[in-house]
C-alpha cells in the first residue's frame, strides 16, 4: 500500500492562502506602508512645553547670624567668635528654636597680610587674625520672624541675614497643577498644529518638573528691629514638556 502526498496545490492550498490574505489586512498598517520599500514611516511629532502657577502662603523662614572677630592674637579672637556663637545659640534655643533647626557653617580663620614699607621698598609680613562662624537658623513658626528678627539685631552677631521665606511642603499646592500644565501644553500645541495644517492626537509622553520661588529680605545688624515682618506669599509652579502626535 503506498502513501499519497498531500497537495497544497488543491481546495486545500488556495483556503490557506486566502486566510493569510485576509489575516494580513488586519495586521499590517497599509497606511504607513511605502510601497515598494514596505517599510514603516515614522509618527510626526509636536513637543511643547506647559506651566501652571499658584501662590502659597510661606511656610517656614530660615536667618543667618555671623560673628566676625579680628584680633592680634589668633586664640584670643577664636574664644571670642566661639563664645557670642554659644550665646546666640542658647538665646534662639531659648525662644524656641529646636537644636536640629541650628547649623553651623562657614567656619573661617585666616591671617591677613600687613603692608609696610622699608626704605621705600613695599614689603608685606604676617598681621591680625580673622575668625568667622555663621549659625543658619530655621523658623518653622513664620508669624514670630519679627520677633526673632530683633532678637538677633541686639544679640552679639556683626552680622544678619533674612528672613528668607519659602514653602517646604508643596503639594497642597500642586493640587490641580499638573492638569492646568498639561491643558496649557496641549492649547500651544493645537495653535501650532493648525498652523501647520496638521491635525493634533494623542499624547506620547509627558515630562514634568516642579518649582518654587522664595522670598529674601535682608536685616541689619543692629538696626533696632521692631519693624513688623509680613511673610506674604511664595510661588509654586508646575512645568511639564509634553509630546504631542501630529495627523
Given amino acids: 500500500m503506498t502513501q499519497e502526498k498531500q497537495s497544497f496545490n488543491g481546495p486545500l492550498g488556495i483556503i490557506l492562502f486566502t486566510v493569510f490574505l485576509l489575516g494580513g489586512a488586519f495586521i499590517v498598517p497599509w497606511k504607513n506602508v511605502n510601497w515598494g520599500k514596505l517599510t514603516l514611516s515614522p509618527a ?3 513637543t511643547v512645553s506647559g506651566r501652571a502657577e499658584t501662590k502659597q502662603r510661606s511656610q ?11 584680633k592680634d592674637d589668633k586664640t584670643e ?21 529646636d537644636g536640629d533647626d541650628l547649623k553651623t557653617q562657614n567656619i573661617n580663620i585666616s591671617q591677613m597680610d600687613e603692608r609696610y614699607y622699608d626704605e621705600g621698598v613695599q614689603k608685606s609680613r604676617p598681621g591680625q587674625w580673622r575668625v568667622s562662624n555663621n549659625v543658619v537658623i530655621t523658623l518653622r513658626d513664620v508669624d514670630k520672624a519679627s520677633d ?10 556683626t552680622n544678619v541675614y533674612g528672613p528668607n521665606f519659602r514653602v517646604e511642603d508643596t503639594q497642597e499646592a500642586e ?10 501644553a496641549r492649547e500651544k500645541a493645537e495653535e501650532l498644529a493648525e498652523a501647520s495644517g496638521s491635525t493634533l492626537g494623542k499624547v ?7 518649582s518654587t520661588t522664595p522670598i529674601f529680605r535682608t536685616l541689619e545688624a543692629g538696626g533696632g528691629g521692631g519693624a513688623p515682618i509680613e511673610p506674604g506669599s511664595s510661588s509654586v509652579a508646575k512645568t511639564v514638556t509634553v509630546i504631542f502626535e501630529l495627523k
Fill in 60 to 70: 517656614v523662614a530660615s536667618f543667618t547670624a555671623g560673628v566676625s572677630v579680628t
Fill in 77 to 97: 579672637a577664636v574664644n571670642e567668635v566661639n563664645s557670642k556663637i554659644e550665646t546666640i545659640l542658647e538665646d534662639v534655643k531659648d525662644f524656641g528654636i
Fill in 44 to 46: 510626526s511629532t509636536i
Fill in 148 to 157: 526673632l528678627a530683633d532678637l538677633l539685631s541686639q544679640s552679639g552677631a
Fill in 204 to 210: 506620547i509622553s509627558v515630562t514634568e518638573g516642579t
Fill in 175 to 184: 493640587t490641580g497643577l499638573m492638569k492646568d500644565a498639561v491643558d496649557n
